[in-house]
């Protein structure tokens, strides 16, 4: 049974992700102990809310930090909203820009669509290749609540490294990075945790990375 840790940060929900992984066998503990993270098969970073908010809470418990240790040993990381989108390199809110844990290049900004939030159930356009939509329709619907995302994929290509299995999506006419899989880092803009099966699948998958 692989263990994993929701990161407790003072954001995100927590209780919803902890079921949801529960629900696809995985043995999970809520908490921001740093043993405990460290040594987690897989670690589960969420985020709901303002993204200043969600880098003071994360910064509060060291968790850029505790990221990047994991990431160097190649240990299984997966952000979920604002929890993924705090892995750019800054967000831009209401004239305010914060930095984020620098994952990425890339800002997340306010969309531009006639409807803001995005909320609701929508279709990806995922990678040939991807590991975490195999066994996915391609019209398979996720669960979204959002208003700004990265609306620019800006990593460039290196030879010498994999370049990242980008997805994306669109409301209102306007894309945005929908989930990155890059190496051990994988992250998603929706909520699998409230996508029902299809997120499930999802979180499944995420498990199955780790073998």
């Excluded at 004239?95 to 995005?118: K, N, S």
Aim: one cysteine or more; aromatic letters at 8%; hydrophobic letters at 40%.
């Amino acid at each position: 049974m692989a263990r994993v840790v929701v990161l407790d940060y003072g954001s995100g929900n927590l209780r919803s992700a902890e079921r949801a992984l529960q629900r696809v066998g995985a043995d999970v503990e809520v908490t921001a102990d740093h043993r405990a993270v460290l040594d987690a098969d897989g670690l589960v970073v969420p985020g709901v809310g303002a993204y200043a908010a969600c880098m003071e809470g994360l910064n509060s418990v060291r968790g850029a930090r505790l990221i990047g240790q994991r990431l160097a040993g190649g240990r299984p990381v997966l952000g979920i909203c604002v929890g993924m989108q705090i892995l750019f390199g800054k967000g831009i809110e209401h004239g305010v820009e914060t930095e984020g844990c620098g994952e990425w290049p890339g800002t997340v900004e306010r969309l531009e669509a006639p409807v803001v939030p995005h909320m609701g159930w929508n279709t990806v356009r995922a990678p040939g290749g991807s590991r975490l939509f195999a066994g996915l329709d391609a019209d398979t619907r996720f669960y979204f609540v959002h208003s700004y995302a990265v609306r620019k994929w800006e990593l460039e290509e290196s030879g010498t490294l994999k370049a990242p299995l980008v997805t994306w999506s669109a409301h209102g006419g306007d894309e945005f990075v929908a989930a990155v899989e890059n190496g051990p880092l994988w992250a998603t803009q929706f909520h699998p945790e409230k996508s029902g099966d299809a997120g499930a699948h999802l979180l499944e998958n995420w498990l199955k990375s780790f073998n």
